[in-house]
Structure formats: C-alpha cells, structure tokens
C-alpha cells in the first residue's frame, strides 16, 4: 500500500488558484495554507477540507503535474470546480505512477460539494475517491475499487476569524482528524494553524503558516513540526511554500514546494 500522507497529496494535483474579485481580504482562499483544513483553496479542498469548496464563485478548469519523494514518482491530473458562493463543488481524475518499492499505476476519480448553512456562518463539505485503475503492486483508495470519505467544516468561512476541522477516510475506520484557526491581519495576510492527529502512527503534528495575498501574486510560508509521536503524517511535516500568480485576466500558475507533492506546478483557467 502507498504512503497514505503520499496518496492524499495527490489528490489535489488538479490545483490550487481560484479568483475573486472583491476585497484584497477576498484573496486569501486562491492558495491553500498550512495543512488545508481551515484555509483551503476552492480548489484543494478536494483533497483538504471538503468544505473549502464553496469558495468556488466561477467554473475553474484545472491541471497540474507532480514529483514525488523520488525522481521516478509523478503524478498527473486534471478537473473542473464551480460554484456560486453558497455552493460549490468539483470532480477530478488524477493519477500517479509507482510509490517506492510498489510498482505499478493508480487512477483515481475525486469528486465532492461544499455548503454554506446558517446564512454563510458555517460551510460543511463532502469528498469522496474512487480508484478507477490499478496496475501493480500499489493499491489506491483503501482496498481495490473501495471508496473512501471525506468531511469537514470551516465555521465563519468568510469572515475574519475562522474555525475548520476535518476527518479524513471516514469510510476507513478514520485515517486522521485535522482542527484549524486562521485570522485575517490586515487586508493582505491572514495567519493559520492547522493541528492533525494521524491515527495509524499515533502522531500529532502542528503546522503555522502566514499566507499574504493580492489580486495578482499570493504566497503562502509554513512549517510542519511533530508534537507527539515520530511517526508519517496526513499534512506534510517541514517547511511548505506555495504561490500563486494571475497570468492576464483569465489564467494562473500555482506552485508548491511540499504540499501537494514534493514539486506541483499547475495551470488554471477560468470561465
């Protein structure tokens, strides 16, 4: 079986940039932060906290390709996100060659809808993965073709101070339970805390990040760190840096450099 913390990651190799056009504020969700559980993108909520996904206000078109741990593993993948601010949702279908020491290849169908509940004051959101193909050693989502779920909620998801927790694998016997808290400082950072327990390993991790975001460019600096346990974790443990830039008025590039993957580059264009 893959690393769990490496099939998770891909997962959300369809991107990470959506586009608002409101507030400076209004950008702080066009790259994910942290872990993803209480600040998402639109887009990585497929893989993060599923309810992130009603930050979706226009239809997004999305591609990205990964590397792995190692030079020979890649990944591959491509969706459409849409909403209207109260709902949204997205579908992907993302691949991966060999993780180390399992050859063969997966494909993987994502699929999910978020909703915003109690006039926008609570988002909840739901995933689910279903594995398409396999080839080889490696196995996809649990057992065969069997499809795991995610959930999660982000309470006050448009507001300065916010609230997320997910669980990861609901159809699994509970993989891991992610808590966040994020607040806007300014107009153009908002700073974040995800805390994840990974249950196979025993081991919480906590990870703070500062994201800053402007109409054209974001980034997003932070850094995973074990509290208890030595175990593999669901978020990325370490530094993580994530970007975002608007390329005309229609198309993004978004990068990460241990998040998604070890190396994600993405294109986004929006309807």
């Given amino acids: 079986m893959i690393n769990l913390t490496h099939f998770l990651l891909f997962l959300s190799t369809t991107g990470a940039f959506t586009f608002s056009w409101n507030s400076q504020a209004s950008y702080q969700n066009n790259i994910s932060g942290a872990g993803g559980i209480v600040s998402p993108s639109g887009v990585t909520a497929l893989?993060?906290?599923?309810?992130?996904?009603?930050?979706?206000?226009?239809t997004i078109l999305s591609t990205g390709v990964t590397r792995g741990t190692s030079s020979s593993t890649f990944g591959y993948g491509g969706g459409i996100f849409t909403g209207n601010g109260d709902v949204g949702g997205g579908v992907s279908l993302t691949g991966f060659n060999s993780h180390s020491g399992s050859p063969g290849?997966?494909?993987?169908?994502?699929?999910?809808?978020g909703i915003n509940l109690s006039g926008g004051d609570f988002a909840f959101g739901v995933t689910?993965?279903?594995?398409?193909?396999?080839?080889?050693?490696?196995?996809?989502?649990?057992?065969?073709?069997?499809?795991?779920?995610?959930a999660g909620i982000i309470i006050n998801p448009n507001g300065r101070n916010q609230w997320g927790i997910s669980v990861f694998q609901l159809l699994?016997?509970?993989?891991?339970?992610?808590?966040g808290y994020g607040t806007r400082v300014g107009q153009n950072a908002t700073f974040v805390v995800d805390t994840v327990y990974t249950k196979p390993s025993s081991t919480y991790l906590v990870k703070p990040g500062i994201k800053a975001h402007w109409s054209s460019f974001q980034l997003e600096l932070s850094y995973g760190q074990r509290v208890l346990g030595s175990g593999w974790t669901w978020i990325s443990s370490g530094p993580t840096v994530g970007a975002g830039l608007s390329v005309g008025n229609n198309l993004a590039l978004t990068g990460y450099i241990n998040h998604i993957a070890k190396v994600y580059v993405g294109l986004e264009a929006r309807l």
């Avoid at 893989?47 to 226009?58: D, F, I, R, T, W």
């Fill in 47 to 58: 893989g993060e906290n599923p309810a992130g996904l009603v930050y979706n206000k226009k």
């Fill in 105 to 113: 290849n997966v494909l993987l169908l994502n699929y999910g809808i």
């Fill in 128 to 150: 689910g993965t279903t594995t398409l193909l396999e080839k080889g050693e490696i196995e996809g989502t649990g057992t065969s073709t069997t499809w795991c779920a995610d």
């Fill in 172 to 179: 699994a016997d509970v993989i891991a339970v992610g808590v």
